[in-house]
């Protein structure tokens, strides 16, 4: 089940546009040629992105990259700020473990 929006009071109908395939975890997963790394995994029913030095989950908080909530490892570089990084075609994303901050 998909958890993409495809219809908005507002904007009205959104039309899909060319789907790429990324990784995450080992997972095959589909994501729109716009979508950042965050709406690709939420898309795709995943919620936690990584977690804390005490194993708290974390995930999407703040949608702007001004907070380190949804940081992911990219292609093995970590912190890479999930919510404002668009997402490649190929792309290898890996939740991230422990205490990070984010490469401003």
């Given at each position: 089940?998909?958890?993409?929006?495809?219809?908005?009071p507002?904007?009205?109908?959104?039309?899909?546009?060319?789907?790429?395939?990324?990784?995450?975890?080992?997972?095959?997963?589909?994501?729109?040629?716009?979508?950042?790394?965050?709406?690709?995994?939420?898309?795709?029913?995943?919620?936690?992105f990584?977690?804390?030095?005490?194993?708290?989950?974390?995930?999407?908080?703040?949608?702007?990259?001004?907070?380190?909530?949804?940081?992911?490892?990219?292609?093995?570089?970590?912190?890479?700020?999930?919510?404002?990084?668009?997402?490649?075609?190929?792309?290898?994303?890996?939740?991230?473990?422990?205490?990070?901050?984010?490469?401003?």
């Amino acid at each position: 089940m998909s958890r993409r929006v495809v219809a908005h009071p507002i904007l009205g109908d959104l039309i899909e546009e060319e789907v790429i395939e990324f990784e995450f975890e080992g997972l095959k997963l589909k994501a729109l040629k716009s979508d950042t790394i965050a709406s690709a995994l939420i898309s795709n029913g995943i919620d936690i992105f990584g977690f804390s030095e005490s194993g708290k989950p974390k995930g999407f908080f703040c949608a702007i990259g001004k907070c380190s909530s949804c940081l992911v490892v990219v292609d093995g570089v970590p912190n890479v700020r999930a919510c404002i990084t668009p997402v490649r075609d190929g792309m290898r994303v890996e939740r991230q473990k422990g205490k990070g901050k984010p490469v401003w």
